[in-house]
C-alpha cells in the first residue's frame, strides 16, 4: 500500500512538473513574441526617465554621433526596467530649429534578447519643439493623436506610445520634463505586417509597383488631415515596404499637418496654398478619378476617426473640439477633392460623385 501511494505520488510529480515545464516553454515564446515597444505600451502614457549629457547630445546635432544615456520605466508588474541605450539626434526641420532635436534611442540586441524580447532595437523619439511646456505638450499629443487616426484606419501604420520623460543631465544634474512619443521601429512594423524588405532607392516609383488600396488610404489620409508636407515621388516623410511583389506607403512626420496646426509649420512652397489647413491631393494625378471605393471606405470610418478623438482626453476639450470640426469639414466636402498642382492657385475641386469603383 504504502509503495502504490510513493508511485501516485512520483506520477502526480512528474505530470506537475511536465506541465510546469509545458507553461514556461509558453511563456518563453510568448515573450519571445514581445518587442520593448510592447513592454512598454501597457497603459495610454508611461512615465520614463532618461539621463544623458544632454547638452554635449544638442551640441552634435549636425552629426549622427551617438552617446550613452540610461533609460528607467516602471513594468506592468510594477517592477523597474533600467536599459542602457544610446541616443543620436535625427530628422531635418526639427533637428536643426526645435528646442529639444528629436532623438532615436537605440537599445542592445544581447539585453533584448537576455530579457527574452524581440531583436527590434531601435525607435525614434518624437521630442517637444517649442520653448513653451503648454504648446509643446498639445503639439505632440495632437501629433500623437495623429498617428492614432491612422492606426484606426489601417493597420499599415506605425505604431506609437506617449510618454512623460525626466530628462536628466548627468553631467549638471538639471532635470526638466517634456511630453513626448515613440514611434515603433521600422523592421519591428515591416515585421508585425509581413513585409519582405524595404524598398532602399524610391525616387519616382511607378504607379503600378504600388499595393492599389493601400496607395489610395494613404493618400485620402494625408488629404484628411491636411498634410502637404510629403511627396511620392521622392518619399518624403513615407516609408516604402514590400509585401507580395507590391510597394506598400507608410506616412509619418505629420505636424506640418492641419490637423497638428504647429506654429512653425509653413504651408508647401510648390502648391502656393494660403495656409497648412488647406486641404490638397499629392496622390498620383490618375488617381483622382478612381477614389469613389477609398472615399467610402473612409466614410465606414468616420464613427471610429470622431471617437478617438472625443476620448483622447489627455488632450484639452478645446483642441479636441477643434480637431473635430478640422476633420468634420474633411467628411463634409468628400465629394470634393482639391488636386495639388504645383504653384496653380486657379484649381478648382473634382467632383467624386460620378467617379469610377476601381
Known amino acids: ?25 509558453f511563456a518563453q515564446t510568448a515573450n519571445a513574441q514581445r518587442s520593448i515597444l510592447d513592454v512598454m505600451s501597457y497603459k495610454e502614457v508611461l512615465t520614463v526617465t532618461l539621463k544623458a549629457d544632454f547638452a554635449l547630445l544638442d551640441s552634435s546635432r549636425k552629426t549622427n554621433d551617438k552617446f550613452p544615456a540610461e533609460l528607467t520605466f516602471e513594468d506592468e508588474n510594477g517592477e523597474n526596467q533600467t536599459w542602457n541605450v544610446k541616443l543620436k539626434t535625427r530628422g531635418n526641420f526639427r533637428r536643426m530649429r526645435c528646442e529639444m532635436a528629436p532623438l532615436k534611442i537605440n537599445f542592445k540586441k544581447k539585453e533584448l534578447k537576455a ?15 517649442v520653448s513653451s511646456k503648454l504648446e509643446a505638450k498639445a503639439l505632440l499629443q495632437k501629433e500623437y493623436l495623429a498617428y492614432k487616426l491612422y492606426n484606426q484606419i489601417t493597420h499599415y501604420s506605425y505604431r506609437v506610445q506617449l510618454l512623460k520623460i525626466n530628462y536628466v543631465d548627468i553631467k549638471t544634474g538639471k532635470k526638466t520634463k517634456h511630453w513626448a512619443f515613440l514611434i515603433e521601429d521600422t523592421a519591428e512594423l515591416s515585421h508585425r505586417i509581413g513585409a519582405t524588405a524595404k524598398v532602399e532607392n524610391h525616387l519616382n516609383l511607378p504607379r503600378d509597383t504600388f499595393h492599389d488600396g493601400l496607395l489610395k488610404i494613404a493618400s485620402i489620409f494625408q488629404y484628411m488631415i491636411g498634410n502637404a508636407d510629403w511627396d511620392l515621388n521622392v518619399g518624403r ?43 490638397i491631393f499629392l496622390g498620383f494625378k490618375e488617381d483622382i478619378d478612381q477614389l469613389k471605393s477609398t472615399l467610402s471606405f473612409f466614410k465606414t470610418k468616420r464613427l471610429d476617426v470622431l471617437k478617438t478623438i472625443e476620448q483622447f482626453r489627455i488632450l484639452d476639450i478645446n483642441r479636441r473640439e477643434e480637431i473635430t470640426y478640422y476633420i468634420d469639414s474633411f467628411y463634409t466636402t468628400i465629394n470634393d477633392i482639391v488636386l495639388g498642382e504645383k504653384m496653380d492657385l486657379s484649381t478648382e475641386p473634382v467632383s467624386v460623385n460620378s467617379m469610377g469603383t476601381k
Open 1 to 25: 500500500m504504502l509503495v502504490l501511494n510513493f508511485r501516485n505520488l512520483n506520477r502526480t510529480l512528474l505530470l506537475f512538473l511536465f506541465a510546469f515545464l509545458i507553461s514556461i516553454l
Open 115 to 129: 530579457a527574452g524580447l524581440a531583436k527590434f532595437d531601435d525607435m525614434k523619439l518624437v521630442t517637444h519643439c
Open 237 to 279: 516623410n513615407v516609408k516604402y515596404l514590400i509585401k507580395n511583389n507590391k510597394v506598400i506607403p507608410i506616412p509619418y512626420d505629420f505636424d506640418f499637418s492641419g490637423l497638428v496646426d504647429a506654429p512653425y509649420a509653413i504651408p508647401n512652397p510648390n502648391f502656393g496654398i494660403p495656409t497648412v489647413k488647406t486641404r
